[in-house]
């Protein structure tokens, strides 16, 4: 079974561009996650989708950070503009349930680098 | 959403047993207990969950006391594959993990 993709793996840009994250989960996975994770720090939630509705965006900073899932599949995950503490690794989730018992599946991360 | 606390790190020596402590004092009746792993430049890897009984898998032990106030992650044999951060997460009905700082395991040989 495929797992989690992300892609790009790296990114390096300059502070005030703009760069896009994609996910692709597990197939059958109706329900998604991005996590953004700071060196030292546990993974801190961003975003929570369930099919293509927004579960939880309570954490995301909106008004610079945008997702997405259209189709209820694959998701995309943008920051505009970029700051420099936004350098992190941005971790897409997935899993097949919804309740507390759910297993989550993670993919390897794009690590961002912000100069 | 109800949090845990767990020693910033622990020590072990290869092929001994680990029991790696958690605490989530207020833990509510409907919350699971979930223990994930991140090895270094991976993401978190599941480990094992529970939510009143104790659990075994493949990969280790989860003992809950019976309070449900604490649980243990228990790995009976460590290998220097196993170190890595172990985060003990409590997981409402919403399924979404709230990640703490975790316990990072050094295994020596």
């Known amino acids: 079974e495929a797992g989690v993709a992300q892609s790009p793996r790296y990114k390096i840009i300059e502070k005030r561009q703009s760069v896009a994250f994609w996910c692709n989960p597990i197939s059958g996975h109706a329900t998604l996650y991005w996590y953004q994770q700071i060196l030292g720090q546990g993974p801190k939630l961003l975003i929570q989708f369930q099919n293509n509705g927004v579960v939880d965006d309570s954490q995301l900073p909106k008004d610079r950070f945008s997702a997405e899932r259209l189709k209820g599949v694959d998701s995309t995950l943008k920051i505009q503009p970029a700051k420099l503490e936004d350098s992190a690794v941005y971790l897409c989730?997935?899993?097949?349930?919804?309740?507390?018992?759910?297993?989550?599946?993670f993919g390897e991360g794009s690590r961002l680098t912000v100069l | 959403d109800a949090k845990t606390t767990q020693p910033n790190s622990m020590e072990s020596n290869e092929e001994e047993p680990v029991h790696l402590p958690c605490n989530h004092s207020?833990?509510?009746?409907?919350?699971?207990i979930h223990w994930y792993r991140q090895l270094p430049s991976q993401g978190p890897e599941y480990v094992i969950h529970?939510?009143?009984s104790n659990v075994n898998n493949r990969m280790a032990s989860l003992a809950i006391a019976e309070d449900r106030k604490s649980s243990t992650l228990i790995l009976h044999r460590a290998t220097l594959r196993d170190a890595a951060v172990y985060y003990c997460?409590?997981?409402?009905?919403?399924?979404?993990?709230?990640f703490g700082q975790g316990t990072t395991l050094q295994v020596k040989p």
């Open positions: 997460i409590l997981s409402g009905n919403t399924g979404k993990l709230i």
């Open positions: 207020t833990i509510s009746g409907t919350d699971y």
């Open positions: 529970g939510l009143t």
């Open positions: 989730a997935s899993s097949s349930m919804t309740g507390g018992a759910g297993e989550l599946f």
